[in-house]
């Protein structure tokens, strides 16, 4: 499919999304939001791509919802088609996502870094829930996602007052893994992405679910699961070449299988 507000390429196994509105800081409208989940489900089925880098670009990562789209916004109508349901799609994608933000996190686009599995973060990011300031509240899982990640006082103080978070400030308080020069940024989301991508599939899928389910169960349920998985592992041709190549001491060949 040809995309207009997201831009697909793949480098390698790694593929790569660019919030593609520049004009508009990368504002999400329903069109970008539709064309984000149909890149995903093209992800998710070429067996080619382990991982994939969402990225925008060097002064927004992206600013939020379309304020100019969502400010007549029928709330029947929302109600009856479950206007925000699309971003459940992108939440459940199985294959590991790395956001990479640079400029602007705010709102939504702090809401979508945050369903990614982490977050690399330029030196000009800037992380912020602003929405309380427009009169509304986060709608895509910021007020759960972002008190697990950074802890009650932060994240209240971000969504009672909209104030925004530099990126030293969030990566001490755990929202993004690592702060990467600006100009590296792509380069070094690429890397990582490929890094995760030149490893077993059912592995890696297996992994980001584990580590997910941590947030939404109890830790005896959470280890039980982890459990369950780890044994089915031992079922995969990958598993058996991985152990093998480490006794021969030579590099594995993933078949993902
Ligand atoms: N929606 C629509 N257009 C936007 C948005 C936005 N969120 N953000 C920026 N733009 C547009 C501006 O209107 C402007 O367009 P134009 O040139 O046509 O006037 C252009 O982008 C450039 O913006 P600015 O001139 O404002 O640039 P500045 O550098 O002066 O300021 C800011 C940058 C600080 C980022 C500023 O643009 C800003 O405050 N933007 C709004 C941020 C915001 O409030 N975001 C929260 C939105 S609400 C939300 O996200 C709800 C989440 C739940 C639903 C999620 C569904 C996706």
Redesign the pocket.
Known sequence: MAYEQVRLERRGRAALITLNRP???N??SADL?AELTEALDEIAEDERIGATVITGSER?FA??????E?VELDPVAAYRDDF?SG?ERVAAHRKPLVAAVAG?A????C?LAMMCDFILAADNARFGM??I??G?I???G?TQRLIRSVGKAKAMEMILTGRTMDAVEAERCGLVSRIVEAAELLDEAVRVAQRIASFSLPAVMAAKEAVGRANETTLAEGIRFERRLFYSLFATLDQKEGMAAFLEKREPQFRNR
Do not use: R, V
Request: hydrophobic residues 50%.
């Open positions: 004009k508009a800081l504002a999400l939001l927004a600013a939020g919802a379309d304020i100019k969502m925000l971003w602007y705010l709102g939504g686009g809401e602003p929405e300031t427009l509304i986060p709608g895509i910021g």
